[in-house]
Structures are given as structure tokens and as C-alpha cells.
């Protein structure tokens, strides 16, 4: 199969390539054979690009793929239109290979920007898909259907999985093993995946059922099927919903934690989670999210599940669906409204988030599900919440984030087993009455990130002293947005020493933020988000905080601070920021450099922008001299409007872990400062070709060896 592929590559006469056949019978396999090879050896495309395709939002998927590969900026006020003629433009002048990867329906390639590959252009479309149908739809040259396995070489894969012959000797494991291969179908992922979950379980017992080692795993496991199909999510918001359901126990401590990432690791090593889009993510196969329901139905547990993840619905369920049901996700849908009022006695998970369109919610719609942990509303339009909420007396895990909700109703503080409640990003949160927070005396994290920051400014309404009486919380996020409520802040020290994210926008006055260790203020801080503080000169650690100071923060982001002069007063060496991986700063014109970011061990990502006074990324005279272990992570680098930058670095270096460097509109910039010693680790660079052109090489040989990673814009 594989040979055939690479003989219609070399063929001419063929543009698109179409693989097809059922799920988890190897075709993304095949594919990323075909994408790994193009990686490690010289061929004559001017540009190769992936893109996982499936079934939802597939033009904005592949428009954001490709224009990523061409280094064009993602401008949210662009229509579809817009940004297929700036990938049009591009992508007519080369000769590329793209490769998609599940494709559920035909795309008119020339609608998102794609010229359609013939003879004349030598450009190559290959595909994987499930029909035949959709090979025809997207006018396949040639169309390559990939074979189940027989009965014995089914039998031979899941054994070489499984590892140990002898304990199929067992003439009852042997018939668990038997139903198991005939329920695999022929799929060698399924039949891999499970060969290696069953992998040393030598007991009837573990084969019985399920291979899972305790009650909890199997849960976590089961539970990941709630997702669509290929969905990345977030380690730590999967840990956070199993925390709610009660998996984990009841303790408080970081052991839950760890606990949740242990189990996550063991799923994994089980092959039945894999890591997401992101190294902070983890996903489901649809093989594997497939058997996970087909264990559920074994167990006489498949009236427990109502799972509609992403299927394109525009009404929920009918009502008399959800009475039977343990757990519903009708997550990322076009629901609009929920007009019923179901009766879900035994109801503990309802995942709705990204329904978009969600902008009503019956007033008595929450009175039937006395047994509900875990709701998650997130990204919905939705303007209010019902009172009815407060009939949800087991609620652990409330999310709210990116609604549109302008008031919380008081009647969520009779919540009193809630845990989490997640607030972020509701912009247009303006009103959180006191007894809305003060009856959650078991809360342990409050997230208003990006969001409600009039605090104290009306009696009835939730204060500083409020939040300090909820002795269990752990985790705050909270947004500042005037100097009087963060000098108040100041005298919260139970506040202080909890605050992990915090945004301040606003504050008229501010010329210093300092972050006090004395107090524990910025001793678990984690993303630290400062916008539109005029007066803001520099940030400042206490200086008893000694070498390791801010050994949590994650993320830094500073927009919009005309007379920032320098970011840290204090001096940074390797044992401080130990964490840092992102850092954002835009529209900060009296910057002239950034040179404590080389002290960074983790960081992966440089954002520079409209900075007019930058002259250095790293200036010679900030740093002791040159760092061989500078820059070890940073995986993405992208500066634009730094008019006056001569340099990134005074000295080449390796940046080992680099993948994309973006240069817009530095027309001082010169050099690259990256070394070339290993011509097939080299980053993408994308830029303006005469910005390119006009670029000094101190050897001839280092520009030769760019020349195939430059993508001009």
C-alpha cells in the first residue's frame, strides 16, 4: 500500500490521492509514514503541510493549518473569502503537498484558498477518508481502500501485542481473548490497542470485564469517551471534572493531583490515551473512544451514557433520552435552546459547553437532578442562569467561563458542596451578589480571570473579606482593573498567597507592581496579564524573596504600556522563573530589550510586537557572555513592528527546540543569530522576501542550508 503511494507521488498524472476504509484500519498510520519521510530526506516540494481535518469547522481547520505553514498572521475579522485569497496568492507560486487526514465530506479546495493539483502545477493532495463516497466528492485520481485483517493475522497482531504466549494457555482467558479479537473487526488499532491494555493480566478476573487496575481508572477511562472524537483537552480540566465526580477522593491536598496525573500516565502506557495537540493534553483515538462505549455496554451500563459530542445537533435530546442517563455530553453542538425539563435522578456529569448558540435555559430546568457533580456551560451565550440552579445540592464543578452572564443569581450560594467555580473570561459579568460566594464554604477554586473587577464598590455586593472567609479555597483568579482595589488587595494576606491568575488592566497610577514574597503574594502566581496600565514603569520582587523568586509563573503578558522601561527591577538569574513559558508583550514602545528571557530554562514561546524602541532581543551588555544553554525550549520566536531591532542574540546560538521564527516589519533586523550545524533541525522562517534577501550570512554555507526553511509572506 505504502509503495503504491509513493508510485502515484512520482506520477505526474496524478494530483489527489484518495486512502479510504473504516476507522483504526491504519490509514492516518499510512499517512504519517508518508508526512515522516518528507521530514527526514531532501525532496522536491517547496512546501509539505499536515492537517487533521474531521468532521467540524473544516474550512477554518485547514485555512488555519496552512496559513501557520505559509507564516500569514490568523486575523479574526477575516471571512473565509478574505483569507482564501491571501493562502491563493501564496500557494499558486509553489509546489506543495498536502496532506489531509480524515476527511469526512468533499471540500472544494479552491474555497479555502487551495489550488486544485494537475499536471501543470506538480502539486499532490493526498487524503485519508472513510468512504468511497467522500474519495468522489473530493475528485480522487486514484482511491485506495485499506483491507481489514483476517481472522489469523487478527489472532497473530493482538497476540504480539499481548506479550506473554503462556497466559492465553488458559482455556477461559483464551475465549475472553477470542470475543475480544472478533470485536476488534479486523482494525489493527484496536486490536493493538487493546493487545498491549491486556498486556501481563494473568488472572480471569482482569480479563473479565475489563483490564483496568482499579474502580478509578476505570472510571477516568470510561469517562474520557464523553469527548469528540480526536478531542485534545487539558490535562488539568480532565483531572478537575474527575475531582468533582468524586474519582479521586475528597482530599484537598496536591496528592489528588498527582494522583489524577499518575492515572493519566497509566492510561497512556496503556495506549489508551495519547498526548493531545499540546504537551499539557491528552486525546481518545475514535477506535479506542469506541471500545471505551463498547466496555460501558458490556457492563450493562450503555443506557447510562447519552453522548452527542460535535454531531452538528440543533436540539437536545427529547427529555425522556436523559431519564436513565449517568453522564450526557452534547458538547460543541448548535443547541440553542433548552425548553424541557428533564427528570435525571441519577444524572452526575452535564457537559454543554461550546453550544455557541445556547441562549435560554428553562427557569426550572436543574429541579430533577438532585445527583448532578459536574456542569460545565462554558462557552454558550448564555445571558442568565436559572434560579433553579440552586436545586443542584451534590454540584462540585461549575463552569461559566466565556458566557455572557452580566449577574450571578444568588441563589448559587445554597451550593454548598460546590468546589469549583470557574468565572473567566466572562466579560460582561458586572454584578456578584454577597450571597452568591459567601454560603460556598467548600470551595477551593475561584477563577475571575479576565472578568468581574469592580470589587467593593457596593455593600451588598461580594468583597475581599467575603473571598478570605472561604477557608478551603486554594486556587484564585481574580482581575484588578482600578489602584485603590489593588492596594486594598495588599491587606488580604490569605488572598495573596492564593492568587495564581491575575489580570490588571486599568490602573491609573500604577508605576511599580510589587509582588511580595514576604506575604506569599506571587509565590503560586501562574499567568500574570497586565493591559493598558500607563503609568507602569517595572515589576519588582521583594528582595528577601533571594534567587528563586515567582517559581510557579507560567505565562507573562504586557500590552499596552507605554512607558515600561524595563520588565523586572530585579535582577534574573537561572533559579528564578523557573517555570516561565510564554511570554507576550505588545505595544510597550519604551522597551529597548528583553534580555532576562535568556535565563529562561522553559521557555517556549517569544511574542515581541510594535515595540518602536526595541533595539536587541538580548542586549551583549545584559548577559555575562555567551550561554550554551540559552534558549534550550523556545520553540516558536515571532517579533513584527520592532522598527529600530539590529539583533535577537549578540552570538549564534544553537536554539535547539526551535520550529518557527516570524520576522514582520523589522527592517533593521540583519541577522538570524542561529547556528546551522545541523541543517535538518533548522527552523521555519517566515518573512518578507526582500527582508529576506537583504539578510547577512557570516558563511555562504549557513544561508544555503536556510534557503529550503524560508517561507516568504
Known sequence: MLERVRQFLADDEVGTVGIYGMGGVGKTTLLKIINNEFLTRSHHFDVVIWVVVSK????????????????????????????????????????????????????????????????????????TARSLHVCTGMNAHQKLRVEFLGEED???????????????????????????????????????????????????????????????????????????EDYSVEKELLIEYWIGEGFLGSSHTSYVYDQGHALIGSLKVACLLETGEERTQVKMHDVVRSFALWIASECELSNRFLVEASTGLTEAPRADNWKHALRISLFDNGITTLAEIPECPRLSTLLLQWNSGLNKISNAFFQSMPALRVLDLSFTSLREIPASISELVELRHLDLSGTKITSLPKELGGLTKLQHLDLQRTHSLRIIPREAISGLLQLRILNVYYSYGVWEQQDNEVGFADLQCLKHLTTLGITIDELNTLKRLYSFSGLLKVIQYLYIIQCDGLF??????????????????????????????????????????????????????????????????????????????????????????????????????????????????????????????????????????????????????????????????????????????????????????????????????????
Open 512 to 713: 511599580y507592581l510589587q509582588l511580595s514574597l514576604n506575604s506569599s503574594f506571587g509565590e503560586r502566581l501562574r499567568r500574570l496579564s497586565i493591559n493598558n496600565c500607563y503609568n507602569l514603569q517595572y515589576l519588582q520582587v521583594d528582595e528577601e524573596a533571594g534567587q528563586k523568586w515567582l517559581p510557579s509563573l507560567e505565562v507573562v503578558a504586557l500590552h499596552g504600556l507605554p512607558n515600561l522601561e524595563t520588565v523586572w527591577k530585579n535582577p534574573v538569574t537561572r533559579e528564578s522563573l523557573q517555570n516561565l513559558r510564554s511570554v507576550n508583550i505588545w505595544h510597550c514602545r519604551r522597551l529597548r530589550n528583553v534580555s532576562w528571557v535568556i535565563q529562561l530554562p522553559k521557555l517556549e514561546v517569544i511574542y515581541l510586537m510594535y515595540c518602536k524602541e526595541m533595539e536587541e532581543v538580548v542586549s551583549r551588555s545584559g548577559i555575562a557572555g555567551e550561554d550554551s544553554k540559552a534558549f534550550q525550549s523556545l520553540r516558536t520566536l515571532s517579533i513584527r513592528d520592532l522598527p529600530k531591532l539590529r539583533s535577537i542574540t549578540p552570538w549564534e546560538l544553537a536554539f535547539p527546540s526551535l520550529e518557527s521564527i516570524a520576522v514582520i516589519d523589522c527592517p533593521n533586523l540583519k541577522q538570524l543569530s542561529i547556528k546551522t550545524h545541523n541543517t535538518s533541525a533548522l527552523p521555519t522562517v517566515y518573512g518578507n522576501k526582500e527582508w529576506w534577501d537583504g539578510l547577512e550570512w557570516n558563511e555562504a554555507s549557513s544561508e544555503t542550508a536556510f534557503v529550503p526553511h524560508f517561507m516568504p509572506i
Open 154 to 228: 487478527s489472532w497473530k497482531l493482538f497476540c504480539e501485542n499481548v506479550g506473554e504466549k503462556g497466559i492465553l494457555d488458559s482455556e477461559t482467558i483464551r475465549a475472553y481473548a477470542e470475543t475480544v479479537v472478533r470485536k476488534c473487526g479486523g482494525l489493527p488499532l484496536a486490536l493493538i490497542t487493546i493487545g498491549k491494555a491486556m498486556a501481563n493480566k494473568e488472572t480471569e478476573e482482569e480479563w473479565n470485564y475489563d483490564n483496568l487496575e482499579t474502580d478509578a481508572l476505570r472510571s477516568c477511562f470510561l469517562y474520557c469517551s464523553l469527548f469528540p
Open 56 to 127: 467540524e469547522f473544516v474550512a477554518d481547520k485547514i485555512q488555519r493549518a496552512v496559513g501557520a505553514r505559509l507564516g500569514l498572521p490568523w486575523e479574526e475579522s477575516e471571512g473565509h473569502e478574505q483569507r482564501a485569497q491571501k493562502i491563493y496568492r501564496l500557494m499558486r507560486r509553489k509546489k506543495f503537498l498536502l496532506l489531509l487526514d480524515d476527511v469526512w465530506e468533499g471540500i472544494d479546495l479552491l474555497k479555502v484558498g487551495i489550488p486544485v493539483p494537475e499536471k501543470t502545477n506538480k502539486c499532490k493532495v493526498i487524503f
